[in-house]
């Protein structure tokens, strides 16, 4: 169910919003809609990689565990040149 949510724009956001929405043949709604989307896609994916990265720091503090530097950087090159091979552990 959608429900309607208001904003307040300053007036030189708002005609932004509307030449840009010309410009694309799109209304201003979708412009904000498709915006807001995008922010909350990217910021999850943020906050999810920055609590994996915690979870992995406390995991290596507590085990001591890690693949050393010349494992990952013969993986990274192999994978930069294209070559899949499994991740050092």
């Known amino acids: 169910m959608a ?3 208001g904003i307040k724009l300053d ?17 201003p709604h979708w ?4 915006a807001i989307e995008e922010f909350l896609q990217r910021e999850e994916r943020y906050e999810r990689e920055k609590r994996e990265d915690m ?3 406390q995991r290596y503090q507590l085990s001591g ?3 050393p530097h010349n494992q ?5 090159t192999d994978l930069a040149e294209g070559t899949s091979t499994p991740c050092p552990k």
């Open 31 to 34: 412009l904000m809609r498709t």
């Open 11 to 27: 007036n030189a956001t708002r005609e932004r919003l509307k030449e840009l929405g010309k410009q694309k043949q799109r209304s």
């Open 65 to 67: 565990r890690a693949v």
């Open 3 to 5: 429900t309607t949510q």
């Open 72 to 76: 990952a950087a013969e993986w990274f």
């Open 55 to 57: 979870e992995r720091w």
